[in-house]
Each structure stands twice: as structure tokens, then as C-alpha cells.
């Protein structure tokens, strides 16, 4: 069974940190770009950032430059989002896809895809 299971969320404070995880299952990990999107209350799912199969490259949302890191161990099938200085802005549902070898900011295109980690930031 193809899947991918989001972890690490939570609540936390402005301009604290959480990192998220992301562990896929039944396809050949290092073959597959991996995208974290996120979804907040009444707004669209946005791509937050992507990293390429070989961890080369990687591509971020503006809103998160500088705060946010991507990071993969094809080792271990998963997938890393360092999230820091977070913001009440960044409260959203996270999900983590992947795509094969390169990425994109569509999430239709992404497959399989998580069902998400809440991510709270208080004020």
C-alpha cells in the first residue's frame, strides 16, 4: 500500500519551532519529489515548499523563506519541515505528497498525498 503519513504538529507559541515529518511507504522513495502544502481555516491549500528526489533542490513558499527548511533521509523514507519563528499566520493543516522526480506547486499533480498535522500557533 502506497502512503504517506504526516507527524510533529501541535501547538505552539509565536516565534517558537516544530519540525514535521513525513514517512512514505510502498514506492521507491529517492524516485520521488516530496511537497509540503498546507491548508488554513476558509483559505485555499497553498505549497508551502519542495525538495527534489536527490535533496538538491528546493523551493519555498516567500511567506516561509528564511523560516522554514526541507530536508530528506531517502535512508529512512522520510521527509523533514523545519518550521521556526513561526507566526499565527502559519496555523494551518499540513500535508505532506510526493511526486514523481520533480516538483511542482500543484497539489492535484502530487500522489500519494498525507491526511495532515494541525499546526496552532498561538499569539
Known amino acids: 500500500q502506497v502512503q504517506v503519513v504526516e507527524s510533529g504538529g501541535g501547538l505552539v507559541q509565536a516565534g517558537g519551532s516544530l519540525r514535521l515529518s513525513c514517512t512514505a511507504s510502498?514506492?521507491?522513495?529517492?524516485?520521488?519529489?516530496m511537497g509540503w502544502f498546507r491548508q488554513a481555516p476558509g483559505k485555499e491549500r497553498e505549497a508551502v515548499s519542495c525538495i527534489y528526489w536527490s535533496g538538491s533542490t528546493t523551493y519555498y513558499t516567500d511567506s516561509v523563506k528564511g523560516r522554514f527548511t526541507v530536508s530528506r533521509d531517502n535512508a529512512k523514507n522520510t521527509v523533514y519541515l523545519q518550521m521556526n519563528s513561526l507566526k499565527p499566520d502559519d496555523t494551518a493543516i499540513y500535508y505532506c505528497a510526493g511526486r514523481y522526480k520533480s516538483c511542482s506547486d500543484s497539489w492535484s499533480s502530487f500522489l500519494p498525498r498525507g491526511r495532515g498535522t494541525q499546526v496552532t500557533v498561538s499569539s
Open positions: 510502498g514506492l521507491t522513495f529517492d524516485l520521488y519529489a
